[in-house]
């Protein structure tokens, strides 16, 4: 079985720039969050949407969007890329909401902005 | 005060050691606790949820301690192979599911 699969592997954008990264949760999964991690430092939440709503939200900011089709593919959206942008977003699923089980991450995507 | 709380290390102990990392969380309402593992440039992966009873995987116990909001992972006959970062994660109460990480603590093991 597929587990979680992201697109593309690595970006490289110019500052100011809109960036779309893709995810594929693993099947039968209707939950997909985002977290972004910066070097050094443990994975930060974005986002979770659950039955393509919006369940939950990080402190970042508006530039920062997503959503979530009807067989539960996600879209993560950064628009005006800053270079603190740069990191790897990592795309993870679970079955329902509370991931009582914990998550399963996808490889995800290392962007660049410069 | 960070929500969750580790020693960064790096730990460096030789082939067949024993080691122990710890964990301290601010939010005493958190309810599900978790160790992953991630090498470098690679995704974080499960290594297993931690049980308010304990439990153990092999070379692996987790002990949860909500009294001291302190969550520990000891490592047994340390392998080469368990060199790696291990992220301390607490899931954040609330309606839906947002998981808290330490920023890590790397463990190198060396021959």
């Known amino acids: 079985d597929a587990g979680v699969t992201q697109s593309p592997t690595h970006l490289i954008k110019t500052r100011g720039q809109h960036v779309t990264l893709r995810c594929s949760p693993i099947s039968g999964h209707k939950s997909v969050s985002w977290y972004q991690q910066v070097l050094g430092q443990g994975p930060q939440f974005i986002f979770q949407y659950y039955e393509k709503e919006e369940r939950g939200r990080g402190n970042f900011p508006d530039r920062f969007s997503a959503r979530q089709f009807p067989n539960y593919s996600s879209e993560l959206n950064v628009n005006a890329l800053l270079l603190g942008d740069s990191a790897l977003y990592l795309c993870?699923?679970?079955?329902?909401?509370?991931?009582?089980?914990?998550?399963?991450f996808g490889s995800g995507t290392r962007l660049t902005v410069v | 005060r960070k929500e969750v709380e580790q020693d960064p290390g790096p730990f460096n102990v030789p082939e067949g050691a024993t080691v122990a990392f710890n964990c301290t969380y601010s939010?005493?309402?958190?309810?599900?606790f978790f160790w992953y593992r991630q090498d470098c440039r690679k995704e974080p992966k499960l290594l297993m949820s931690?049980?308010?009873s304990g439990n153990e995987d092999g070379r692996f116990t987790a002990q949860l301690n909500r009294a001291s909001q302190y969550i520990s992972l000891l490592i047994r006959d340390s392998k080469l192979s368990d060199s790696a970062t291990y992220l301390c994660?607490?899931?954040?109460?609330?309606?839906?599911?947002?998981?808290?990480f330490g920023a890590g603590t790397r463990l190198a093991v060396h021959p």
């Open positions: 939010n005493s309402a958190s309810q599900s």
């Open positions: 993870a699923s679970s079955l329902g909401t509370l991931g009582e089980n914990g998550y399963t």
């Open positions: 994660v607490v899931n954040e109460p609330g309606g839906y599911n947002k998981l808290i």
């Open positions: 931690v049980y308010s």
